[in-house]
Nanobody, 111 residues
Framework: QVQLMESGGGLVQAGGSLRLSCAAS????????MGWYRQAPGKERELVAE???????IYADSVKNRFTLSRDIGKNTMYLQMDSLKPDDTGVYYC?????WGQGTLVTVSS
């Protein structure tokens, strides 16, 4: 079972930026599906962005044109660049690689 470790969360003011990282314990080359999810306080976990079909990236409507998912195959790491952050983006962010989940990293956006 692959191990995933997120990092990069923190406290930021509205309008600011953060970059999250998800380091995998094995190669992420030839992975058809991996992505980022988030869970806000009192809400269900929701999709933020994911890679499907080995390369196509889809985004939740709420983060389009603000968040960018990328990955570095050589470093076995997936990233989520988050710009123009809003208080509604607050939550615990998780990365997923097929059935494996990371432990999450907290993002707090103050108004």
């Amino acid at each position: 079972q692959v191990q995933l470790m997120e990092s990069g969360g923190g406290l930021v003011q509205a309008g600011g930026s953060l970059r999250l990282s998800c380091a995998a314990s094995r190669s992420i080359a030839n992975i058809d599906n991996m992505g980022w999810y988030r869970q806000a306080p009192g809400k269900e976990r929701e999709l933020v962005a994911e890679i499907i079909n080995y390369g196509r990236i889809i985004y939740a409507d709420s983060v389009k044109n603000r968040f960018t998912l990328s990955r570095d195959i050589g470093k076995n790491t997936m990233y989520l660049q988050m710009d123009s952050l809003k208080p509604d983006d607050t939550g615990v962010y998780y990365c997923r690689l097929r059935a494996a989940w990371g432990q999450g990293t907290l993002v707090t956006v103050s108004s």
